[in-house]
């Protein structure tokens, strides 16, 4: 039972562009929602977060959207660059479950020049 | 910065070994986290800990068991290494309620069993 679902493996875009990660939940107790990125032999690295009292969370060029009646958030990084290339994780967690994480299976992002 | 360490990148062991692998975290964080990594599956967790000597299974606990007997120190402990438990193991700590859980992770231990 998957309660966080990356459907895309991997996604290919061009240096300058805009790349959109997708992550889908089933679990209406989620209330705070991470992406982390991680590079080969690395261990993944925090990148943003949001509540779920909010829709949108940005940082630099790092923006979150959360959707809570369609259960979906999305990662964009506007512009991309070739150091984004990394598999990027969407995690969820409920706030009275001691930090507790549910990871998403991962998209492999690769920004081209 | 909060620090993970990870007592080894690489291991190459024989099923039916006993292997240990060791995490250790500088920030005293309560929270301590033991996830496995493989192709396709994300990150699965397997055991994790709220405090010293307090232990909790996670979603895979089969085959692993774990140990906590200092704050900073979380080891997780493969009692008959086998074939399917080659992968990329992850260790994570953090601090209760801050930023509803957000986890510090070490840098990985890709163990091969043979």
């Known amino acids: 039972d998957q309660q966080v679902k990356q459907n895309s493996p991997s996604l290919s875009v061009q240096e300058g562009r805009i790349s959109i990660l997708n992550c889908d939940y089933t679990?209406?107790?989620?209330?705070?929602f991470l992406w982390y990125k991680k590079y080969p032999a690395e261990g993944p690295t925090f990148l943003i977060s949001i509540s779920s009292i909010k829709d949108k969370n940005e940082d630099g060029r790092f923006t979150v959207f959360l959707n809570k009646s369609a259960k979906h958030l999305s990662l964009h990084i506007v512009p991309s660059q070739p150091g984004d290339s990394a598999v990027y994780f969407c995690?969820?967690?409920?706030?009275?479950?001691?930090?507790?994480?549910?990871f998403g299976q991962g998209t492999e992002l690769s920004v081209k020049p | 910065d909060v620090k993970v360490t990870q007592s080894s990148r690489y291991l190459v062991k024989r099923t039916g070994e006993k292997v240990f692998l060791e995490c250790v975290q500088d920030m005293d964080h309560e929270n301590m986290f033991w996830y496995r990594q493989d192709p396709g599956l994300g990150l699965r967790l397997i055991y994790f800990s709220y405090d010293v000597k307090m232990k909790e299974k996670g979603d895979i606990p089969e085959g692993y068991s774990v140990s906590r007997e200092k704050k900073e120190r979380f080891s997780l402990i493969l009692e008959s290494a086998s074939t399917n438990q080659t992968s990329m193991y992850l260790c994570?700590?953090?601090?209760?309620?801050?930023?509803?859980?957000?986890?510090?992770f070490g840098p990985g231990t890709r163990l091969l069993v043979l």
């Open positions: 679990n209406s107790m989620f209330d705070y």
């Open positions: 995690a969820a967690s409920v706030y009275n479950q001691g930090g507790k994480l549910i």
């Open positions: 994570a700590s953090s601090v209760p309620g801050q930023g509803a859980g957000t986890q510090y």
